[in-house]
């Protein structure tokens, strides 16, 4: 009985949605059959309950976007995007039940980059509609989500800033025509480069600086023209003037797999006996499974001695892909190719948003184990006095072995986090004459790759283009 009832609270509180979901979610990317993992998404939405319902909103959304579903995706985050305002506001109850058991009793409210990434994939879904204006309402949306996290930073170091959310509205407002604002956002976009360079290991892209040097030129304004003209040869770059009598192609490539969390446990023994027990039983290795932390709850039950700590460890998956070849080819033989550029770091956003929340989230992880122990010691002594003396030892044991393993038990870290991101996203931008064309993308690594038009080593499709259009495309890397 004592061992289905920590069986019960271990599967009780376990993460949401488990890793063999989004391993077949991958698998299926992977292969090219984005619908199939948006399917296995919706299927498992009883998986995610109702405190990950942020989480399944965002997986949902981010599967429907790289089905090609863009309407649909958008009516999911915008769910996605009222929750998160709701979820500013916490319960007691919710917060008394994790301190017993574990942040999973939380409802998940998403790191801030995760808020951002839900108006930049919106805004997408509104580009690939050709619905300029649906857009231009998210880029004035990413612009006060990241303005309000600056604000309560407050100088102090954080993610209150964006470089490609900012750079993607600049070339929204410029595909509008609305040169000042795709300025001021290029302007923003790479201070904010500048300003996160040391923890997100980017610089402003030099695709970002012809795009100022551009939109300064085009406005008249010298003396940004002379600050960010660049002698580099290398940066190509066309007057604003030119750009207008051509079509463009904005290709989005998302590549790699987001990073993952898995549990850091620390057993903390009270007393030598308690300690040689910790290193008799597999030193400070984590458990590697279920099994393994029911025998310790069983176990550290028994000698009620140990308390255990978990905090959340990021494993990283690091993409193998450096850039793209973004080919388009007229019907004439005449062909146009560029380089993507690396303007998105989201596993690093993920290690510093974790990095800055440690500290609290240790410290609270603490007081949860001492406050477990306490009360678990509390309930022993009050079972002894509450039989006869000769049963106090048994009664005792008995207690002792399902309160103090239970609190083993229902110590796990929040491991919850938007899986279906990608760990990089990549930029490349062409202008080309009005016209039909072939349009191919070679990851330069030859990464499996799924996305818009037939899964393969490359992808391409047809084109047709008029004067001043934008035409944006959006990629998947899974390798």
């Known amino acids: 009985m004592t061992i289905l009832l920590l069986w019960l609270a271990i599967s009780s509180f376990s993460g949401c949605v488990s890793a063999n979901h989004y391993g077949l979610i991958e698998q299926n990317l992977l292969a090219g059959k984005p619908e199939r993992a948006l399917s296995i998404v919706e299927q498992a939405e009883s998986d995610y309950g109702s405190k990950s319902r942020l989480l399944y909103l965002m997986d949902r959304g981010m599967t429907l976007h790289l089905a090609g579903y863009y309407a649909e995706s958008n009516e999911t985050l915008e769910q996605a995007d009222e929750l998160i305002a709701r979820l500013y506001t916490k319960t007691i109850r919710s917060e008394t039940l994790a301190f017993l058991t574990n942040d999973n009793a939380l409802p998940y409210e998403g790191d801030p980059y995760e808020h951002v990434m839900v108006n930049v994939v919106k805004a997408l879904n509104y580009a690939l509609q050709n619905d300029t204006e649906g857009a231009l309402v998210e880029a004035r949306r990413i612009d006060h989500r990241l303005n309000v996290l600056s604000d309560r930073l407050n100088g102090k170091r954080g993610y209150g800033n964006d470089g490609f959310a900012r750079y993607l509205s600049g070339m929204l407002y410029e595909a509008s025509g609305d040169l000042n604002n795709a300025f001021v956002a290029y302007r923003n976009a790479c201070e904010a480069y500048e300003t996160m360079r040391a923890w997100i290991r980017l610089t402003c892209p030099p695709l970002l600086r012809a795009d100022l040097f551009s939109s300064a030129e085009a406005l008249g304004l010298a003396d940004e ?255």
Request: aromatic residues 8%.
């Open 225 to 479: 023209v002379n600050r960010y003209r660049t002698p580099d040869p290398a940066i190509e770059w066309l007057s604003m003037s030119v750009r207008q009598q051509l079509a463009q192609v904005v290709l989005i490539s998302y590549n790699g797999r987001a990073p993952w969390k898995e549990d850091l446990f620390f057993d903390l023994p009270i007393g030598l006996e308690a300690l040689q027990l910790v290193l008799l039983n597999r030193g400070f290795s984590p458990p590697l499974g279920r099994r393994d932390q029911i025998m310790d709850s069983i176990l550290y039950g028994l000698s009620g001695r140990v308390v255990r700590v978990a905090l959340p460890h990021l494993v990283s998956q690091k993409t193998l892909v450096s850039s793209e070849t973004l080919t388009l080819m007229d019907e004439q033989g005449q062909s146009y190719a560029v380089r993507s550029e690396r303007v998105h770091d989201l596993t690093a956003l993920a290690e510093n948003s974790l990095a800055d929340r440690l500290p609290a989230m240790t410290v609270k992880a603490v007081a949860r184990a001492a406050a477990k122990f306490s009360m678990a010691e509390g309930a022993v002594i009050g079972a002894k006095q509450a039989v006869g003396r000769d049963a106090a030892p048994w009664v005792g044991l008995l207690v002792g072995l399902l309160t103090k393993g239970l609190a083993v038990a229902t110590e796990e870290a929040d491991k919850r986090s938007w899986r279906t991101l990608p760990d990089e996203i990549h930029v490349a931008r062409v202008w080309v004459p009005p016209g039909r064309y072939r349009a191919i993308i070679h990851p330069i690594d030859r990464s499996f790759i799924i996305g818009q038009g037939r899964s393969g080593e490359r992808g391409e499709w047809w084109l047709d283009l008029s004067k001043g259009q934008t035409k944006f495309l959006v990629r998947r890397v899974l390798q």
